[in-house]
């Protein structure tokens, strides 16, 4: 059972930062806070963007930025790969990981090196929890509800019963003033919600039957 129904399953920050060391802020930790619009600023702003608030479209613009300001920086290379698989970009991952893969190599980092190998040996193909976050993005921070209803079918058609992704369809259909086509998917929530004894969302499907 997906027990969030308004974010995507939840993402496991160890992936990134168990391997990585100093690569967060692609330099050894300092004493104090980093200064506002540094590098170090902004990787803090990317990292929390794609662990903590689960929006891996932002902290890839983030992470870009970094990049574009010091070409080597090590670990926005490797975040830049990890949030373009987040966000549901695995093509666009592919590249990323292999000029991380590079970046690696030079260093002789092992340990990091066989993360990215794996990924390199894994099939472009976006996860439901990135395919979850590109629908969310599109809904909640772009506001392009028809393709976040599009992005949360996807989902269903991979996995007929996740919770989350009925529930943001019928969020998003809503939102496209589909009301008609929002109706039978609000019944399959409050079916769900009933199953998993989750009142609140059941509530808010009753209201939106009403």
Not at 116 to 136: E, H, N, V, W
Not at 185 to 192: K, P
Request: net charge positive; proline share 5%; glycine share 6%.
């Amino acid at each position: 059972m997906q027990r969030s129904i308004r974010s995507h399953t939840s993402l496991t920050i160890a992936i990134a930062l168990a391997t990585l060391g100093a690569c967060v802020s692609g330099e050894q930790s300092k004493s104090g806070p980093p200064a506002p619009g540094s590098d170090d600023a902004l990787m803090a702003q990317g990292l929390n963007r794609l662990y903590q608030t689960a929006d891996p479209i932002g902290a890839e613009a983030i992470f870009r930025d970094v990049i574009k300001r010091t070409p080597t920086h090590y670990g926005a290379h490797y975040q830049l790969a990890v949030a373009l698989d987040r966000g549901g970009k695995p093509a666009e991952a592919r590249p990323a990981w292999d000029e991380m893969r590079k970046l690696a190599e030079a260093i002789n980092d092992t340990a990091t090196l066989s993360t990215i190998r794996r990924r390199l040996a894994s099939p472009d193909t976006a996860s439901q929890d990135a395919m979850m976050a590109l629908g969310l993005n599109l809904l909640h921070v772009q506001g392009n509800f028809p393709a976040a209803a599009e992005q949360f079918r996807a989902v269903l058609r991979r996995n007929p019963t996740h919770y989350g992704a009925t529930y943001q369809l019928a969020t998003a259909l809503e939102r496209s003033g589909l009301t008609a086509q929002a109706l039978p998917v609000w019944v399959r929530v409050l079916g769900m919600a009933t199953q998993y004894k989750d009142e609140t969302t059941a509530q808010i499907a009753r209201d939106r039957l009403k």
